[in-house]
């Protein structure tokens, strides 16, 4: 009934169901996920500015919110469904609890959009939260499949961009940092990385072109 502190804690469950948390945990040593899902719910794992954690992987993820606290470089090992997509947040600037979600479905708006921002995708989106502290933070969105997330091109600088939905409209938050290549059908992996963002909320794949990523939308506009 109350909130359960772990120092280290590692997930290997190889059953079906997962691991559910039927009340609060918290972290302060190493979260390492092995294999088996995580499901979190009100009931949220939490990790200590003192914690660190293993970025998962396509067997092992969060499904629901985690929180992290502190100041340091940390990636969020979350999912949902069978989709792994990891986000990451860099360069903080004060210790702060931030609370993140993956969500494999189409934000209830892609069509509010602000120049430079041609199209979103359609098929995924994060909610990134600051739920404690006044730290900013570069924030890093991950793909683990191009072909699926429909990336074709992410040439540093390029096209591609972190769309921060804020003010009721999608947003360009700048792309200082593309990394991998993700050209031709193979499932290429990579992320795309924002300048530094002082308001949290949604983000998602952001196109300035979107005959360059078209993303997952399958008609923009028809005149």
């Known amino acids: 009934?109350?909130?359960?502190?772990?120092?280290?804690?590692?997930?290997?469950?190889?059953?079906?169901?997962?691991?559910?948390?039927?009340?609060?945990?918290?972290?302060?040593?190493?979260?390492?996920?092995?294999?088996?899902?995580?499901?979190?719910?009100?009931?949220?794992?939490?990790?200590?500015?003192?914690?660190?954690?293993?970025?998962?992987?396509?067997?092992?993820?969060?499904?629901?919110?985690?929180?992290?606290?502190?100041?340091?470089?940390f990636v969020f090992p979350v999912g949902k469904g069978t989709k792994w997509a990891r986000l990451g947040i860099f360069t903080i600037t004060a210790s702060s609890d931030f609370r993140a979600e993956y969500f494999n479905s189409q934000y209830v708006n892609i069509t509010s959009l602000v120049n430079p921002i041609e199209v979103v995708s359609g098929l995924e989106y994060w909610v990134l939260?600051?739920?404690?502290?006044?730290?900013?933070?570069?924030?890093?969105?991950?793909?683990?499949?191009?072909?699926?997330?429909?990336?074709?091109?992410?040439t540093p600088n390029g096209d591609l961009s972190v769309a921060h939905f804020t003010a009721g409209a999608w947003n360009d938050s700048g792309s200082p940092s593309i990394t991998a290549g993700c050209t031709g059908p193979a499932p290429f992996t990579g992320w795309v990385q924002s300048n530094s963002v002082t308001v949290f909320s949604p983000f998602t794949f952001g196109s300035k072109n979107w005959q360059v990523n078209p993303l997952p939308v399958t008609l923009v506009n028809f005149t």
């Open 1 to 73: 009934a109350t909130s359960t502190p772990f120092n280290n804690l590692t997930i290997f469950n190889t059953s079906a169901t997962g691991v559910t948390l039927n009340t609060a945990a918290s972290v302060g040593g190493i979260l390492t996920l092995t294999d088996g899902y995580v499901y979190t719910t009100t009931n949220v794992l939490t990790l200590t500015n003192t914690a660190s954690a293993t970025s998962g992987l396509a067997a092992s993820y969060i499904i629901g919110p985690i929180i992290k606290q502190g100041a340091s470089d």
């Open 129 to 154: 939260d600051r739920v404690a502290g006044a730290g900013n933070a570069d924030v890093r969105l991950y793909w683990e499949d191009a072909t699926w997330s429909q990336i074709l091109e992410c």
